[in-house]
């Protein structure tokens, strides 16, 4: 059975779809496997995604961005009073209920905000259908948990209008837990989780207590003042010094210009991730004089280095508020390389069964060697207790980062074990089948 999952962000969008037991992230028709959540308005034409991004230099006034922030809310309700005043797209109140004003050269449309989130869940069911080559709309969709019941209705009634059947709304902390399999590899025990989401428009920090495989919010906190964005705009507003600094002009004031230097910054942001410096070249940015500047990464740390610590201090603040400290959360990564076990079937347990466990291993290995072990008692890794063994190879090795490998292990009823291994970024899989003996 093949389904869907949507996750619909203030920013960005993406679409995973799970088939032959096992889920992926897809990418769109651009090649990445993130769509961002803009929709451009035209006389005969409605953009989406990257195309909608890319034209917003000059099409800004009619450009949507950021939809989920109003989606389902009011106007006496201060998120949206916020949103109105910072957006570039004109909303008006009309009934009763928000409406973005778009003016298309030929005429002026009012277009509801569930419009919008409609046509970008279109996207991503497109998206998902060409990779299942079939007509699946199942789909389950992630919400924020500070989604009232209005927000959450109005997203799952948008997905509905785009062709979804809408299986379920999760909640982004309890996605993310599934997503790294968090708890469905140790069956018993209790243990505790911090999710740290860093979206592009704000911070949602979740503390998750694991029970058994049950997930419960212990406490959460959502900070829109630090986001994606905000490193963006930092980047933008430096670029835009030094090119105050060379040819004497201050373009801060110049909406098209500190476009164009914020199109530049996000590009540069997403290059510093993994090397050590990044190219930003404007053409024409200010009466034909190009622009081009070259940010270390060192460089990029320190300008953001302010927001770097919000982020620390805000989960401090959160332990605090939930009681714990540090030692008391159990989510941890080796990225020593060294070996770890992990019980994923422990004696007695029901048949038949199915697990998941999200391996991280040092970017920079080249193959990573998943060893099945049977326990009679301490001595459980012996090499006697060893019993097979999944080895991905010729792994394409990343000089920082860790390399998520996502392991699905099935027993059946007779008792043979069928285990995959998939690198996540790559999508290079190897599986071996273990079979009763007779």
Known sequence: MAAIGVHLGCTSACVAVYKDGRADVVANDAG?????????????????????????????????????????????????????????????????????????????????????????????????????????????????????????????????????????????????????????????????????????????????EVNSGMYRVLSTNTSDDIGGAHFTDTLARYLASEFQRLFRHDVRGNARAMMKLTNSAEVAKHSLSTLGSANCFVDSLYEGQDFDCTVSRARFELLCSPLFNKCIEAVRELLHQTGFTASDINKGVDESGADSFT?????????????????QAPGGLSSVCLELYESEGKNSTSEEAKFAQVVLQDLDKKENGLRDILAVLTMKRDGSLQVTCTDQETGKCEAVTVEVAS
């Open 32 to 208: 990445d496997r993130v769509t961002p959540a803009i929709v451009a308005y035209a006389e005969r034409e409605q953009v989406v995604g990257l195309a909608a991004k890319q034209s917003r230099i000059r099409n800004i006034s009619s450009t949507v961005v950021k939809v989920k922030q109003i989606l389902g809310r009011s106007a006496a309700d201060p998120q949206a009073q916020k949103y109105i005043t910072e957006s570039k797209c004109l909303v008006t109140e009309k009934n009763g209920k928000l409406r973005y004003e778009i003016d298309t050269g030929e005429e002026t449309k009012l277009v509801n905000p569930e419009d919008v989130a409609r046509r970008i869940f279109s996207k991503m069911r497109e998206t998902a259908h060409s990779v299942l080559g079939s007509d699946v709309n199942d789909v389950v969709v992630t919400v924020p948990f500070d989604f009232g019941e209005k927000q959450k209705s109005a997203l799952g009634e948008a997905a509905g209008a785009a062709g979804f059947n809408v299986l379920r709304l999760i909640h982004e902390p309890s996605a993310a837990l599934l997503a790294y399999g968090i708890g469905q590899d140790r069956p018993t025990g209790k243990s505790h989780v911090l999710v740290f989401k860093l979206g592009g428009a704000s911070l949602s920090l979740s503390v998750m």
């Open 343 to 359: 019980v994923l079937f422990p004696s007695g347990t029901p048949l038949p069964a199915r697990r998941q466990h999200m391996l």
